[in-house]
């Protein structure tokens, strides 16, 4: 019987944009069921398994440039998994689509980051909100809209490097809350060491500016800011996301 992924023996998870997003995977092993007597028969699986459970918080990040910031989020990503020693079957994996919860409190974050005070010079700026005509509303208490997202969840690939596409379906611009410990896969393990590498993938057209401070007029025409939208996601976020945004890996040795 396989025990757990323990996460004092596994890397930090690596996250390069936290506040946009933070990532986390665990592993909890699959128990063998136990038959009655007269059910003998009913053999427990012999390859050892192990449930994955995933935490994503999709939120929105602030980037300095030299004569203002932008604020962005994702629209959607890839969530990749390379497995050496074990395969996680299709029908076991996550699929449809998801409500994000957005924390209220300090204490719903599963990132456990504190919420920013309302008193921070954030609050005091004015920003232009990219999606539509003029100045943004009041922010929540965190700093974020105060809707939430629906998230579609896709999976393809092969067993041994199963993947993962995330996409918004509620028609906001941008994914915005968090999926808490949900079971993702489970990872039957066929030999040891047994290794997953997990990481999540964006591209350009993930990418979406929401705001942007001191760096152009209001009154700025459409098609001059997408082409300076295009110029800021390729130049400055797209290089910060590559090869990937966050990662996290787990080794079972036995």
Known sequence: MPSSFSPLSQPEPENKC??????TLAGIPVQPVEHPDYLEFLQPFSTPQIDLYLTLQFSHQ?????????????????????????????ESRIMGSMELGVPTVETDSPTNRPIRDRTSPEFDLPTLDLQGNGATGQP????EPNH??????????????????????????????????????????????????????????????????????????????????RLIIQQLLER????????????YDG
């Open 140 to 143: 929540s208490l965190n700093g």
């Open 18 to 23: 936290p506040d946009c997003l933070y990532m």
């Open 62 to 90: 602030w980037e300095s440039l030299p004569k203002g910031r932008v604020q962005f989020g994702l629209k959607g990503g890839a969530l990749r998994l390379r497995i050496e020693g074990g395969e996680i079957p299709y």
């Open 148 to 229: 939430y997202s629906i998230c579609h969840i896709t999976t393809k690939v092969t067993e041994e490097n199963p993947a993962w596409i995330f996409e918004e379906e509620r028609g906001q611009p941008v994914l915005n809350g968090w999926l808490n410990q949900v079971k993702l896969g489970t990872l039957s393990i066929s030999t040891l060491p047994c290794r997953v590498d997990a990481t999540f993938e964006v591209s350009r057209r993930d990418i979406c500016l929401t705001h942007v401070d001191r760096l152009w007029s209001p009154d700025i025409s459409r098609n001059k800011r997408a082409v300076l939208d």
């Open 240 to 251: 910060k996301f590559k090869p990937y945004l966050s990662r996290v890996e787990l080794h």
